[in-house]
């Protein structure tokens, strides 16, 4: 499935002054492209997600369903999920020998924060923060 139609290319092609020899690699571009255009926020995904797959359901009025794929979706390389605040863990050790005393753990039992007593294992799934700023 494309986007656009042979004559949208065209006229774009018209439009934007794009020199004709490129009709064919347009072409070959847009036949690649899917009317379904997804753009996912992956700040709203679990911390540890690494894939998103999406799909739809058609249902009839008798209430047959039928699903469909419409694709998946690996999301982008980023940096570590406690980038910035190992950086602050790091401004913490260049001026102590102990710097996980300014740094506290969220203790998802109870709803509040735990003082580390040692180094943190930055796991992706654990939300850390440093004393000096609120929660």
């Known amino acids: ?36 255009q997804v753009n996912l926020d992956w700040s709203k995904s679990p911390i540890d997600a690494v ?23 690996t999301k982008p390389a980023i940096a570590h999920p406690h980038a910035e605040i190992m950086a602050k863990y790091a401004e913490v050790a260049a001026r102590r020998h102990d710097p996980w005393v300014e740094f506290e753990r969220y203790n998802y039992l109870t709803g509040g924060w735990d003082r580390l007593e040692e180094h943190p294992s930055w796991r992706p799934n654990a939300i850390y923060h440093y004393i000096g700023d609120k929660p």
């Open 51 to 73: 894939k998103a797959s999406i799909s739809i359901t058609w249902t009839t009025i008798e209430g047959y369903t039928e699903t469909y794929s419409l694709g998946a979706y």
């Open 1 to 36: 499935m494309s986007l656009l139609t042979e004559k949208q290319i065209v006229d774009l092609i018209k439009m934007a002054n794009v020199p004709i020899y490129l009709y064919d690699k347009i072409c070959k571009w847009n036949e690649k492209q899917t009317t379904q």
